[in-house]
């Protein structure tokens, strides 16, 4: 079982819908991340959480809502999407100190038509 | 902004060697660390180097010269199962990750 879960691995909607990404890890990690991966493109980080304090937002549109409740989860939540956002989003935790590394969940693969 | 360059696409042949080139111009250094990932997977760690020099790890080695602003991950005794993506990424002063396109590995029997 990976350290970092995410939930769903696949995910279609269209440009009208409302969903959420979720991400769950069980290292005990203080930081989470969310990155988003397109092909042939490097990760593009998009918020950082430290202690459930976002530390982070990297210019993203405002149709991307991240939550995080505690320091075990974090949530993206998705409205309004356009089909450019279609990509790899991934999850990630580390202990948050400067040579800790990033532990990545499997992703979600979105879809926007 | 952050500025790290490594090759797109890199063939090699099994059991050979093959050495995976990163260049990067950051904001701050604390660290540069490669990452492994293969298709449809999570990147998974492979080392972490803050210091010049080379740290080895069973078959993967990386190297860093801060002063030149370049790193390498060296894969020896290439296996098919090595066939990935392989990430490059610089911490930089603030402590974000930022990572280079990734280099994809082929290794062909």
């Known amino acids: 079982e990976t350290g970092v879960t995410q939930t769903p691995r696949h995910l279609v909607m269209g440009m009208t819908n409302k969903k959420s990404l979720k991400c769950e890890q069980h290292?005990?990690?203080?930081?989470m991340y969310w990155y988003k991966q397109s092909a042939k493109k490097p990760l593009e980080l998009m918020f950082v959480y430290n202690f459930k304090e976002q530390t982070e937002n990297n210019s993203v549109p405002s149709r991307f809502s991240p939550e995080c409740p505690n320091s075990s989860h974090l949530f993206l939540h998705l409205h309004t999407l356009q089909p450019e956002d279609s990509a790899l989003y991934l999850c990630a935790s580390s202990q948050g100190t400067e040579n800790s590394p990033l532990h990545f969940g499997n992703g979600t693969r979105l879809t926007v038509t | 902004g952050q500025n790290i360059d490594q090759p797109t696409e890199m063939t090699a042949t099994e059991g050979a060697i093959v050495q995976i080139n990163c260049t990067y111009q950051?904001?701050?250094?604390?660290?540069l660390f490669w990452y492994q990932q293969h298709a449809g997977e999570a990147p998974t760690f492979l080392s972490y180097?803050?210091?010049?020099g080379l740290e080895e790890k069973g078959r993967f080695s990386s190297f860093l010269s801060r002063s030149k602003g370049y790193s390498y991950l060296l894969l020896k005794e290439l296996q098919m199962k090595d066939s990935a993506s392989y990430l490059c990424a610089v911490r930089d002063g603030d402590y974000k990750l930022s990572f280079g396109a990734g280099t994809t590995v082929t290794v062909r029997a």
């Open positions: 950051t904001s701050g250094f604390n660290g």
């Open positions: 180097n803050v210091l010049d």
């Open positions: 290292l005990g990690h203080n930081a």
